[in-house]
């Protein structure tokens, strides 16, 4: 149990991230996988047009960010 390991994210967007739809850069800009469903991503308020940025991550949350970004981000079709 690394209490780097964890964000504080609704149960909607956590699902989103679990799965490989949404991905934060270490600055904190949220990243959107470009096989999520853009009807279903309206549908739960995330804002596919528009820069959105969480606020910057620890250096142990980036460490876990950099894994997710590379093994659980889907990021092509």
Do not use: C
């Amino acid at each position: 149990m690394d209490g780097e390991n964890g964000l504080m994210l609704t149960p909607s967007i956590d699902h989103l991230f679990d799965r490989g739809f949404i991905s934060f850069e270490d600055s904190g800009r949220l990243l959107v996988s470009p096989v999520a469903d853009q009807t279903s991503l309206a549908k739960m308020a995330i804002e596919i047009n528009e820069t959105v940025n969480v606020g910057v991550f620890s250096s142990g949350q980036r460490e876990y960010l950099d894994f997710h970004r590379n093994d659980i981000f889907l990021e092509s079709r």
